[in-house]
């Protein structure tokens, strides 16, 4: 049974940072590109961060490019948000999702191509 466990989300002030993690299990995770996604109350789901399955090559949305980064460690079956600089439009669930197939690309953002989905975590940005 696949499974993906955020966890890391939290209070925090403006400009400041967070860490979430994705623990998975129930699958081969190096072999699956692996994505950040976020929803904010009462809009969407944002893809916002992808990467590659061996973690070579990594994708951002405009709107946390500079400010994210994406990681993988395959070893510990664990995928990484690095959320630097927030900003209180940053407040949102945050979900990890694996790619259906392992030919989905790290860059591909549409949401369909991705099949399993953790609980989120919550990040709240706020002074």
């Known amino acids: 049974e696949v499974q993906l466990v955020e966890s890391g989300g939290g209070l925090v002030q403006p400009g400041g940072s967070l860490r979430l993690s994705c623990a998975a299990s129930?699958?081969?995770?190096?072999?699956?590109?692996m994505c950040w996604v976020r929803q904010a109350p009462g809009k969407g789901r944002e893809w916002i961060a992808g990467i590659s399955s061996l973690g070579i090559s990594t994708y951002y949305a405009d709107s946390v490019k500079g400010r994210f980064t994406i990681s993988r460690d395959n070893a510990k079956n664990t995928l990484y948000l690095q959320l630097n600089s927030l900003k209180t439009e940053d407040t949102a669930m945050y979900y990890c999702a694996k790619a259906q197939r392992t030919t989905v690309v790290a860059g591909i953002s549409d949401l369909k191509e991705y099949n399993y989905w953790g609980q989120g975590t919550q990040v709240t940005v706020s002074s």
């Open positions: 129930g699958f081969i995770f190096s072999s699956y590109t």
